[in-house]
């Protein structure tokens, strides 16, 4: 069942997944404090240029539930298999500037030569 709370699990996971795969920014005898201070200075660049926005985004959809007829359904008889379309609506908030601050930081790391 992927639906309501194993949905998000599963995206929970693989955001951790993910977030384990940032960028290491690299550069020939660059200290890692050199990387720190850069990398500060361009991500408040692209937090200036694309401020946090959060926005409720709204996915809706159906799914299949089965089952068998009972005496309080018309259209079918007693004990004969069903399908029952139920829909499904889902919310969550969504930073939508945040691709384009990583966009924004990732075009200043490699202008100042880190790759």
Known sequence: MI???SRWMLIGSAALLMAGCAHQWTRPGATPQMRQQE???CSAQAEQKFPVRNEMAIYS?????YGF???AMMACFPGDPIR???PQVESHVVDV???SREHTVAQCM?????Q
């Open 39 to 41: 990398l500060g200075a």
């Open 3 to 5: 639906g309501g709370v």
């Open 69 to 71: 007829c009972n005496e």
């Open 97 to 99: 500037n945040e691709k």
């Open 84 to 86: 029952i379309v139920v």
């Open 110 to 114: 490699r202008a100042k030569g880190w």
């Open 61 to 65: 959809g159906y799914t299949m539930e």
